[in-house]
């Protein structure tokens, strides 16, 4: 293909996707080629790890053990909110988000940051069900890779949720028993 029909086919793609932006968002701005991008990067990532797991020679499981799923959902859900919630890892996020307020015990409140196309990744990384597309394939792969490392980091996260679940349970019943 030639310079100028490669020139016209970028800029035919380019008012294809424009159009595209505004007839889909009408008068909400909505960052499409940021989650265009993160796609794309979350294809790359998945690719990643697929091709880690078929040059380590290891078979795929016929099919996923169910405690395994059980284990890998627990996991998922308290490290997704511990990167996309917690006070103490607000510093990974704070290049792209801004601060708005306390959200439920040691958890926070923060927005995107809109300005230098940071939208999409602020976005991400507030979003516990955004971040836990991430969190879920990495430890899948890790079960796939190092199986017994994986589950062991896997378990030590579930039992935190556990233990997070407990302490919420028993500040409610001092609540409840002291009466406030």
């Not at 917690?86 to 996020?93: C, E, G, I, N, Y």
């Not at 290049?95 to 801004?98: G, N």
């Given at each position: 293909?030639?310079?100028?029909?490669?020139?016209?086919?970028g800029a035919r793609l380019r008012g294809f996707l424009?159009?595209?932006?505004?007839?889909?968002?009408?008068?909400?701005?909505?960052?499409?080629?940021?989650?265009?991008?993160a796609?794309?990067?979350?294809?790359?990532?998945?690719?990643?790890?697929a091709a880690a797991?078929?040059?380590?020679g290891r078979p795929l499981p016929e099919r996923p053990e169910p405690w395994d799923v059980?284990?890998?959902?627990?996991?998922?859900?308290?490290l997704s909110r511990l990167l996309s919630k917690?006070?103490?890892?607000?510093?990974?996020?704070a290049?792209?988000?801004?601060y708005v307020g306390s959200q439920g015990p040691a958890e926070l409140h923060e927005e995107a940051t809109t300005e230098n196309g940071k939208e999409t990744v602020g976005e991400l990384l507030t979003c516990p069900f955004c971040m836990s597309v991430w969190v879920a394939s990495t430890l899948g792969a890790g079960q796939l890779l190092w199986p017994r490392a994986t589950r062991a980091v896997m378990g030590t996260l579930a039992a935190l949720a556990g233990a997070d679940a407990?302490?919420?349970?028993?500040?409610a019943l001092m609540d409840k028993a002291t009466g406030e």
């Open positions: 293909m030639g310079t100028a029909a490669g020139n016209c086919l424009r159009r595209t932006a505004r007839e889909y968002s009408f008068s909400h701005e909505l960052p499409l080629g940021g989650y265009l991008t796609m794309a990067g979350f294809g790359g990532y998945t690719a990643a790890w797991v078929r040059l380590s059980a284990l890998t959902a627990m996991a998922t859900f308290r917690a006070s103490v890892t607000s510093p990974l996020r290049p792209f988000t801004t407990l302490q919420l349970a028993y500040g």
